[in-house]
């Protein structure tokens, strides 16, 4: 059974370029979250698609954006990058069908990351 | 709005010895604790978590956390250190979403390091 899968691993870019990172979530699972991890930092909630819309959105700017695909796979795109943007980017997958169980009990299974570096 | 408190940006300990990393917690409703693991260059792993329940909670590799309400706290121990427990490790509340989902906030992490 395939875990969260995340491509590419590093990506190289310069400011002002548009990026776009991909996620494929584990098996069975319909939701992904996306989080900025920057150096020394703990990850920061970016966004959470679920049936191909975004749910909700942490503090981060219009320039952030995604989508999720109907066989919940997603991508987060980042337009007009800073510097600050350098940060190791991970997906993570859930599903929202607990059982009854509340939301927040759903474990986040975490894929290995995309390290941006911005020039 | 929920937070987290990592007390300590790094923790050293010898192999063999009693870890302990610490952890508070901030939320106006019963909170959804979990531990994660990062090793270099890899995602996060998770631990362990409290959700409902036995206070005292077992996880992977020996870990176990215990959740205080008092304390508002849920500190991550193990008796003893080994050599590959040195990572990184985030303790994190949960947060429902409305429509279903959750999201995560996480503590700044503490950097174990564990020497022979």
């Known amino acids: 059974d395939a875990g969260v899968t995340q491509s590419p691993t590093h990506l190289i870019k310069t400011r002002g370029q548009q990026v776009t990172l991909r996620c494929s979530p584990k098996?069975?699972?319909?939701?992904v979250s996306w989080y900025q991890q920057a150096l020394g930092q703990g990850p920061q909630f970016i966004f959470q698609y679920y049936e191909e819309e975004e749910r909700q959105r942490g503090n981060f700017p219009d320039r952030f954006s995604g989508h999720q695909f109907p066989n919940y796979s997603s991508e987060l795109n980042v337009n007009a990058l800073l510097l600050g943007d350098s940060a190791l980017y991970l997906c993570?997958?859930?599903?929202?069908?607990?059982?009854?169980?509340?939301?927040?009990?759903?474990?986040?299974?975490f894929g290995p990351g995309t390290r941006l570096t911005v020039l | 709005a929920q937070s987290v408190t990592q007390l300590g940006s790094h923790v050293s300990v010898s192999e063999g010895a009693l870890v302990l990393l610490r952890c508070n917690y901030s939320s106006s409703v019963p909170p959804y604790l979990f531990w994660y693991v990062q090793y270099p260059n890899q995602g996060l792993q998770l631990l362990l978590k409290?959700?409902?329940?036995?206070?005292l909670v077992k996880g992977i590799n020996g870990f176990e956390a215990e959740f205080k309400k008092s304390e508002t706290s849920f500190h991550l121990t193990k008796p003893s250190a080994h050599m590959s427990d040195a990572a990184e490790y985030f303790c994190a509340v949960s947060e429902g979403l409305t429509g279903g989902g959750n999201k995560l906030t996480f503590g700044t992490g503490t950097q174990l390091k564990v020497e022979l």
């Open positions: 993570a997958s859930s599903s929202v069908r607990t059982s009854g169980r509340p939301s927040s009990y759903n474990e986040q299974f």
């Open positions: 098996s069975g699972h319909d939701t």
């Open positions: 409290y959700t409902t329940g036995a206070t």
